[in-house]
């Protein structure tokens, strides 16, 4: 069977499905699932070197801000 964020096991009741992958250089870039939607990747083109990041209402799983944040240069 197919699982939320292709994970490998269902998350139980009351828990919210995601990964995060974190790429791979500036080969493949790094994208965050949640509950089976992409909320950052490279086709989104809303990712960037550093910390890409999603805020998520921890109790209805909304999509509140993606942002990233770029350590190299400052």
């Not at 990712?47 to 909304?62: E, P, Y």
């Amino acid at each position: 069977p197919r699982h939320k964020c292709g994970n490998q096991k269902s998350c139980a009741q009351n828990y919210f499905a995601f990964k995060i992958i974190s790429g791979a250089a500036n080969v493949v870039g790094p994208s965050i699932c949640f509950e089976d939607l992409i909320l950052m990747s490279s086709v989104k083109n809303n990712i960037g070197r550093g910390l890409n990041i999603a805020l998520v209402n921890g109790t209805t799983g909304q999509l509140l801000k993606t942002n990233t944040f770029d350590m190299y240069s400052g």
